[in-house]
């Protein structure tokens, strides 16, 4: 009799009698446990008997061989070259994405005369079993369709965007291939080296940057990877993910310069143009009046329009990296990023860093007064009427709103849009004018027709 058998039988036996008290006598539990105990002890036998796999548990951790272990790295290196050659081999080729925009062109569906070329899901269907390699076919699935699905009332999508779709997905793949091959670790991540050596090999590819000097490309490089960091690195942990790296739009940016027709205004805005990295070293050099390729905090003084206070400064140069109290142009390129992108969360957290003269993690009004004392001395000394704190102080606070009315935290900063006006009062004089005399800078709609 096997043991489903018992258990009908155990299951068809008369109820327990219980007790006064309504409770099973010990007897009854035990002639009930009996049984059961026995078929599941013969049932855990017979599982762990087949299961034979859990016997011994798999290696699921493999050490990364150390720097000493000079073959172990030369086959890490190897078989991770093999694999993204492989990876590469399975996407698309130019042949391929030509191939595909035929059949998309020659089975759209039919349109209005004008109308951008459209397809159903049908034809798009269509078009997958016409399309005989599996890396084609796995861009035709419903997801896709509906993701590029813009409410047309026929269903359709545009076949135009569904290609530039799989054109993008095939780019991001050939990106991370491309960035994963620099990935010494084979973690995810790129050091600050690893970065450097592809912007440095990735130069001349870059029509744009032909006119660099090779004098000029560590600069260059260390220009370029300054901004990677500054933005994606906030912990300062010396490492930024490749997918971070693929997320972000400088990537973008900086294979933007491969467009040999970019205009001049394009160029000035992108910070990996050469047009911008020689003015940011031009920069340098001009407030390097010593000439010995660091920057004191005087001629630090004389970034911009020369109105920062001597309180931000003295922050600057006590809670930044700094040699002999002097600046390196990788920590002036951190304090440039952070200037020139006060709307920015990642330079907003540079600058609260520097505000926050206790390091408690927010602004009160001692730390608002620390700052804005420097500003009534510079207004001072230029003759000008002097400004009350207090005023400056409750307009701050109104600006911010903090959620905690006597302290103001970087998320309030971030959260309230206001961080670059309320950063622009604290530590520059000609920003606080400019704030101060706001009204009377916006320019009259009407004055151009008076004229």
């Known amino acids: 009799m096997n043991w489903r058998s018992k258990l009908k039988n155990l299951n068809a036996k008369e109820p327990v009698i219980s007790n006064d008290d309504g409770k099973e006598t010990e007897e009854s539990k035990k002639e009930d446990l009996g049984p059961f105990t026995e078929l599941y002890k013969k049932w855990k036998f017979d ?103 813009q409410k047309d009332p026929w269903g ?52 744009q940057l032909d006119g660099l000097e090779r004098s000029f490309y560590s600069f260059y490089v260390c220009t370029g990877v300054r901004k990677f960091f500054f933005f994606l690195d906030p912990l300062r942990t010396g490492r930024i993910k490749i997918l971070d790296i693929l997320a972000c739009g400088f990537l973008d940016d900086l294979l933007e310069l491969r467009d040999e027709d970019l205009s001049k205004e394009v160029q000035e805005a992108n910070w990996f143009s050469a047009p911008s990295a020689l003015r940011v070293y031009g920069q340098y050099l001009n407030l390097d009046k010593d000439h010995n390729g660091m920057l004191k905090k005087e001629e630090l003084a004389r970034y911009g329009t020369g109105t920062l206070t001597q309180s931000f400064l003295d922050q600057v140069f006590q809670k930044c990296l700094t040699y002999d109290g002097e600046m390196d142009y990788k920590t002036y390129l951190d304090f440039v990023l952070a200037m020139e ?101 916006v320019v009259d709609p009407g004055s151009d027709e008076e004229v």
């Open 47 to 149: 599982a762990s008997r087949d299961a034979s796999s859990y016997a011994k548990i798999p290696r699921f951790y493999f050490r990364l061989p150390n720097e000493d272990e000079v073959l172990l790295l030369k086959l890490r290196e190897e078989s991770r070259a093999v694999f993204l050659q492989r990876r590469s081999r399975e996407l698309l080729d130019n042949d391929e994405l030509q191939n595909l925009w035929f059949l998309l062109d020659k089975n759209a569906t039919p349109t209005v005369s004008g109308e951008e070329q459209m397809i159903n899901y049908k034809d798009f269907m269509k078009v997958k079993e016409l399309c005989k390699q599996p890396k084609c076919r796995q861009f035709f699935t419903p997801t896709i369709f509906i993701k590029l699905y």
């Open 156 to 207: 359709r999508i545009s076949i135009l965007q569904f290609f530039n779709y799989v054109m993008r997905k095939v780019w991001l793949h050939q990106t991370r291939i491309g960035l994963s091959l620099y990935d010494i670790s084979g973690k995810g991540f790129l050091r600050e080296a690893d970065l450097e050596n592809y912007i440095l090999e990735l130069i001349p590819t870059l029509p």
């Open 341 to 441: 992108n006060r709307r920015e969360p990642a330079a907003l957290q540079y600058l609260f860093k520097l505000l926050d003269v206790k390091n408690c993690g927010y602004l009160n009004v001692f730390a608002l007064n620390y700052f804005f004392r420097s500003i009534q001395e510079m207004i001072k000394f230029h003759g000008q009427s002097p400004v009350s704190f207090a005023d400056v102080k409750d307009e701050i606070f109104d600006m911010v709103k903090p959620a905690d009315p006597l302290k103001i935290t970087l998320q309030d900063l971030i959260n309230s849009g206001q961080g670059e006006t309320v950063t622009n009062i604290l530590i520059d004089l000609n920003g606080f004018w400019t704030y101060e005399n706001r009204e009377v800078l």
